[in-house]
């Protein structure tokens, strides 16, 4: 038995979820995929596949091989890599997703001097603040804020961003500003779809621990930037990401507020289905992003000790 074959065989049929189709993307007869994962289960002397008329599924044995399975075929495609990368020109059309700020903000700028590295690669975004299937949907990579997605995305992170509570100096004048995470209760504030929670907002107190806050507002939107200018606006208090948010406390348009209570930083990643059969364009991108994002600051600079100290007063 050719175990190699028989890794990739086995692979490819849970991937796909049918014999045939699997044969159909080696390019081999269905009885060749049949008779290598017999052999692989007879070598293993373990059942790694429960079969029906209607499906397949993993045995449990079968969900712990398939794990390593796949970890050992994409190190070995990425020591392949490693040795012809340097013949590889990226090209094609990468399709990637990211939410409407950052890509207005931060990606746009990266895209432009990527593609005048790469004259060969062509561009197709979408610009959403919904979570894409990248699989389904057809996408290359995405850029996510905080969790990668799913467990079967690759995720590199290529910066972090902090949440920022902030207002207008207008909204603090009439309505007082927050000093404890509680008091947000008796504000106006504003919502935003994408939020692990809606009504609650979750703060880090001085020794490290967490507490979640009940809010309320009579706005509730889908997008960061929405958000934002309400609250420059002077309507209530947002919550969003420093790349959303800094250029307007930068500006004195808003303040930044409650800044001794924030909670740990938020990873961004750079995120694709899979590093098996990885495009040049797909890994030159990634590369790309990681390397210029790796200094970037995205609004405000960190609250450290001495900030908060002088915040508190």
């Not at 712990?64 to 075929?73: D, G, N, S, Y």
């Not at 690759?154 to 309505?175: D, F, K, N």
């Amino acid at each position: 038995m050719d175990r190699f074959h028989a890794l990739t065989a086995f692979a490819r049929v849970v991937e796909t979820g049918s014999f045939a189709r699997a044969a159909g993307r080696l390019g081999v007869s269905v009885s060749s995929v049949s008779r290598l994962v017999a052999d692989l289960e007879a070598h293993l002397d373990a059942r790694l596949l429960n079969r029906t008329t209607r499906r397949l599924s993993l045995t449990e044995s079968g969900q712990a091989f398939f794990e390593r399975c796949v970890q050992l075929l994409a190190d070995l495609e990425e020591a392949e890599v490693a040795v012809t990368a340097a013949s590889i020109v990226p090209r094609g059309t990468l399709r990637l997703t990211c939410s409407a700020t950052f890509g207005a903000r931060h990606l746009a700028p990266a895209i432009a001097a990527f593609a005048a590295r790469y004259r060969q690669v062509r561009f197709d975004v979408e610009l959403s603040e919904r979570t894409v299937d990248l699989v389904e949907e057809g996408f290359d990579l995405a850029v996510r804020v905080g969790e990668t997605g799913s467990q079967n995305l690759v995720g590199r992170r290529i910066g972090t961003t902090r949440l920022v509570c902030c207002a207008a100096p207008s909204y603090l004048e009439r309505h007082g500003e927050p000093q404890e995470p509680d008091d947000l209760t008796r504000h106006v504030c504003l919502t935003y779809e994408y939020a692990p929670a809606r009504n609650a907002w979750t703060f880090r107190d001085g020794k490290g621990g967490e507490r979640q806050v009940r809010i309320e507002g009579p706005i509730h939107a889908n997008n960061g930037r929405f958000n934002e200018a309400l609250a420059a606006a002077g309507l209530g208090i947002a919550r969003e990401p420093d790349f959303i948010v800094g250029p307007g406390v930068r500006a004195g348009r808003l303040k930044a507020i409650l800044c001794r209570f924030e909670p740990p930083p938020l990873n961004i990643y750079v995120v694709y289905p899979s590093r098996r059969h990885l495009s040049a364009k797909v890994r030159a991108f990634a590369d790309f992003l990681v390397e210029r994002f790796a200094t970037e600051q995205w609004g405000l600079p960190a609250a450290g000790p001495a900030t908060r100290q002088r915040r508190k007063v």
